[in-house]
């Protein structure tokens, strides 16, 4: 009897180690981190959307989001920033993994395998980005493109790999349906604390959550898509990066606009993620 008392008090001390302020600092670090990248990636869009004199060559994905800071006064300084506050991210992720959300169905199973994805996913990025800041200029800059076609191609010659390229991209579209569904139900209400905020910040907040997550979707949705597109026709340069998933927009009859409303709704997304860093429930 004791001993189970001691253990779940042990159990109860280290859940409030992983919720305290070091891990509410790295998450609304990490959440600071991401907005600025997908703001610089909606920006670095509208310039493919029209290209002006140099905007087409400009890569519309993470790479050229650090490609962008990196060229700023302190540019260097700003990528470590970047690095850090991802790692923030992964850390807090893991934190939920091991010890569960905040909230009443925090500790559900789905919830912490889920958390677990998201913490292995931050970490690679936030590798990516700190080895770009420690000189490593292939790492974090590189075409999302390129290395999309090279996984693909390389799948694609494994056994089964049509499959497994075909189930890959059925999956991302899952998840971009799904963040499409959060954004339109604004089911990301209940991970924010407003309490004590005025009607019209809320109702910002909820528009560029809606406009962002929709647009987010809605890129991940297509990239899935083609990597099916990619998996039937055996061919791995159907499947695209984000720089090439954005550029497919300017090919439908809406021709560069349907690309400006997204790039205007990833950007939305960026300013929707500082929201997270004031307001989220960590």
Same mark, same amino acid.
Request: with cysteine; glycine share 16%.
């Given at each position: 009897?004791? #001993? &189970?008392?001691?253990?779940?008090?042990?159990?109860?001390?280290?859940?409030?180690?992983? #919720?305290?302020?070091?891990?509410? #600092?790295?998450?609304? !670090?990490?959440?600071?981190?991401?907005?600025?990248?997908?703001?610089?990636?909606?920006?670095?869009?509208?310039? =493919?959307? /029209?290209?002006?004199? &140099?905007?087409?060559?400009?890569?519309?994905?993470?790479?050229?989001?650090?490609?962008?800071?990196?060229?700023?006064?302190?540019?260097?300084?700003?990528?470590?920033?970047?690095?850090?506050?991802? @790692?923030?991210?992964?850390?807090?992720?893991?934190?939920?993994?091991? $010890?569960?959300?905040?909230?009443?169905?925090?500790?559900?199973?789905?919830?912490?395998?889920?958390?677990?994805?998201?913490?292995?996913?931050?970490?690679?990025?936030?590798?990516? @980005?700190? +080895?770009?800041? %420690?000189?490593?200029?292939? +790492?974090? &800059?590189?075409?999302?493109?390129?290395?999309?076609?090279?996984? *693909?191609?390389?799948?694609?010659?494994?056994?089964?790999?049509?499959?497994?390229?075909?189930?890959?991209?059925?999956?991302?579209?899952? @998840?971009?349906?799904?963040?499409?569904?959060?954004?339109? *139900?604004?089911? $990301?209400?209940?991970?924010?604390?407003?309490?004590?905020?005025?009607?019209?910040?809320?109702?910002?907040?909820?528009?560029?959550? @809606?406009?962002?997550? *929709? %647009?987010?979707?809605?890129?991940?949705?297509?990239?899935?898509? $083609?990597?099916?597109?990619?998996?039937?026709?055996?061919?791995?340069?159907?499947?695209?990066?984000?720089?090439?998933?954005?550029?497919? /927009? *300017?090919?439908?009859?809406?021709?560069?606009?349907?690309?400006?409303?997204? !790039?205007?709704?990833? !950007?939305?997304?960026?300013?929707?993620?500082?929201?997270?860093?004031?307001?989220?429930? =960590?």
């Amino acid at each position: 009897m004791e #001993t &189970s008392a001691i253990a779940e008090r042990g159990r109860g001390q280290a859940r409030s180690g992983a #919720t305290g302020k070091a891990v509410e #600092t790295a998450a609304r !670090a990490g959440f600071v981190a991401r907005g600025v990248i997908y703001l610089l990636v909606g920006v670095l869009a509208l310039r =493919v959307a /029209f290209p002006g004199d &140099s905007g087409g060559g400009e890569q519309a994905d993470r790479g050229g989001a650090l490609k962008k800071v990196a060229e700023q006064p302190l540019g260097g300084v700003l990528l470590w920033l970047l690095g850090i506050g991802l @790692v923030g991210m992964a850390l807090w992720r893991l934190s939920e993994a091991l $010890f569960g959300q905040a909230g009443p169905d925090g500790q559900k199973p789905m919830k912490r395998i889920i958390a677990a994805g998201r913490c292995v996913f931050y970490a690679f990025v936030a590798y990516s @980005v700190i +080895s770009y800041a %420690a000189g490593d200029k292939g +790492s974090g &800059s590189g075409s999302s493109d390129k290395r999309t076609d090279d996984v *693909t191609a390389k799948v694609l010659d494994w056994s089964g790999g049509q499959w497994l390229v075909g189930i890959a991209g059925a999956v991302v579209v899952g @998840v971009g349906l799904w963040l499409i569904f959060r954004a339109v *139900t604004l089911k $990301f209400r209940k991970h924010l604390d407003m309490s004590g905020t005025g009607e019209k910040v809320r109702r910002t907040v909820d528009a560029v959550g @809606v406009f962002g997550g *929709t %647009a987010r979707g809605v890129v991940f949705g297509t990239a899935g898509g $083609f990597a099916i597109a990619a998996a039937v026709q055996h061919e791995p340069g159907q499947a695209k990066g984000m720089d090439d998933t954005l550029r497919s /927009f *300017t090919d439908t009859p809406a021709g560069p606009w349907l690309l400006v409303l997204i !790039a205007l709704g990833l !950007a939305a997304f960026g300013v929707f993620s500082w929201a997270n860093a004031r307001w989220r429930k =960590v």
